[in-house]
Every structure is written in structure tokens, then in C-alpha cells.
């Protein structure tokens, strides 16, 4: 079995404040698009978890959410073998969440080939355990996320967004970024949820992320990149997440495709993508 696991973009992020529990409490917008990992899930015989990637950069196994899904889930099933392969192509630490994206895909494929007929709700609940994002990648539509991400409101975005993503292979720890976060408050998801139902495309400038003023404090370059892709022609540039991936929204194909040409080989990553909404 194959799996895609499309990464996701916040188009809004505000910290509203911190939480008893150490958590911040957040009001985000988050779609997927058109990058993805591609997850490839096999029964065996021998009753083991074997693992193999294109890429050494995940560190053990064992910390990797793909196992931990896994981890959950054996006890459901005698025949617990299971062969993954991992092509990773979302880049990591990046404010694109492709590590919850996998695991959001794995409890699916394992779903399937164990026959645990778990409905959504069943999996978002144990994707949850494993992480806050989780939840999101099996609604498959984009969705405004409160609490600390858990509580989610999918809607459909009619909005045909122009995007190119960069990222100049900077890691940041989200768990960096959320220590020094201020509390906000100030972005107007509501208004900006029914813009994007109705296709408003004036709803681009109210686009927003509080976590920017802790990033580029700390990654000023990452600043020059966003304004770079600003100079280039974007209606706007910002920060996914807690980064250091930037995309940049453009109102044309011809202005999109000029800055993907002077982008290109000046990063890491430079990519076209579309927003998946079904």
C-alpha cells in the first residue's frame, strides 16, 4: 500500500495565551499542499517492524511518530509484521508538519491492511495522542484549529491561491519557538474562515503569523528571504508555523513562474503548489 502525506501551510497562526498545562493556546488556519511523502506500508510474515528511508536526517526509529502509530496500534492484531519505506520529500523542522502528516497516514494504511475498521473520529483520537497536528491531516479538507490544535473546523477554501515555497534548509525546534512566544490575539480567523468560503481575495492581506516575531529575531536571514520573495512580486510572504519554510502568494501564473526562475538554485527547496482541499 501506498500513502501520500501532504504537507500543510498555516495561512494564519495567532497565540492567544499560555495555558495552565505549559501548552499555548492557538487560532490557526492550515491547508495541505501539493508536496508530500510517500509512505509505502507492507504485511510480512516474520512479525516485525522493519523500516528504511531515502534519507539518514529522522534519527531512531523508535522516536520516529511513523513507529509510535505502529507502536499504538499492534496490540490490535496477532500478526503484527509490518514493512515500511519512507521517501521523504517534506523538508524537516520546517513549520510543515511532515512528521505528523506520516503518522496521519500510517494509522490510515494500518487501518486497512489490519482491518481495524476504525472510523475518523477513532483516528483522529489516537493520531492526537501522538500530536497535536495529527488530528487535521484526516480531514482532508483545510480547517481552523483552536485549543492546542485539537479542535478543528474543516470548511472548503474557494480561494485558486498561487504559491511558491522556499526553504533554505534552516531546522527550527518548535519547541524554541513556543518558549518565547508572546500571547497575540489580534488575527480574526472568523472573518477570515468566511472570506476564503467566499472567495475573497482582499482575505490574502489579513493573512498573519505571530511566531515570525520570534523567528526572525533569532534567524534574521530568514527575514531577507521574506522580503526578497516581497521584491519579486508576491502579494504576500510569510513563515509556516514555527518555520523556517516561507511561502509567498502571488496574484498571477507569470509573476508566480518569473520569482520561481530567480529562486531557484538560491535555496534548498523551491517549489510551485497548489492547495489541496478534497
Known amino acids: 500500500m501506498e500513502r501520500k502525506c501532504y504537507a500543510k501551510i498555516n495561512l ?11 501548552y499555548h493556546e492557538i487560532d490557526t488556519i492550515m491547508a495541505r499542499i501539493s508536496l508530500f511523502d510517500r509512505l509505502i506500508v507492507n504485511t510480512n510474515e516474520d512479525n516485525k517492524f522493519t523500516y528504511e ?14 513507529y509510535k502509530a505502529y507502536n499504538l496500534l499492534k496490540g490490535r492484531v496477532k500478526n503484527r509484521g509490518i514493512d515500511v519505506k519512507l521517501i521523504k520529500n517534506i523538508p524537516l523542522a520546517a513549520g510543515l508538519a511532515g512528521g505528523s502528516t506520516d503518522a496521519a497516514e500510517m494509522i490510515k494504511a494500518l487501518n486497512i491492511l489490519w482491518d481495524l475498521r476504525m472510523d475518523k473520529k ?3 483520537d489516537l493520531g492526537a495522542r501522538l500530536g ?13 484549529a483552536r485549543g492546542i490544535g485539537e479542535i478543528l473546523t474543516p470548511f472548503t477554501n474557494k480561494l485558486n491561491l498561487k504559491v511558491l515555497l522556499v526553504n533554505d534548509g534552516t531546522e ?8 518565547n512566544l508572546k500571547d497575540y490575539g489580534f ?3 472568523e472573518r477570515i474562515v468566511r472570506d476564503l468560503i467566499e472567495a475573497n481575495y482582499g482575505v490574502i492581506d489579513k493573512f498573519s503569523n505571530v511566531m515570525e516575531e520570534v ?7 530568514l527575514l531577507k528571504i521574506r522580503d526578497s520573495l516581497i521584491n519579486l512580486g508576491a502579494r504576500k510572504a510569510m513563515v ?5 519554510s516561507i511561502f509567498a502568494i502571488f496574484a498571477d501564473e507569470k509573476s508566480l513562474e518569473e520569482a520561481y526562475e530567480k529562486c531557484l538554485g538560491k535555496y534548498k527547496t523551491v517549489m510551485k503548489v497548489d492547495l489541496i482541499d478534497d
Open 12 to 22: 494564519t497562526l495567532d497565540s492567544l495565551y499560555k495555558r495552565d498545562d505549559g
Open 53 to 66: 528511508s531515502n534519507t539518514d536526517e529522522l534519527g531512531r526509529v523508535e522516536d520516529n511518530l511513523i
Open 122 to 124: 477513532e483516528m483522529m
Open 132 to 144: 497535536a497536528d495529527i488530528p487535521f491531516f484526516f480531514l482532508e479538507k483545510t480547517a481552523r
Open 172 to 179: 527550527i525546534s518548535s519547541a524554541y519557538v513556543y518558549k
Open 187 to 189: 488575527i480574526d480567523n
Open 215 to 221: 523567528i526572525f529575531e533569532k534567524f534574521p536571514h
Open 240 to 244: 509556516s508555523g514555527s518555520g523556517a
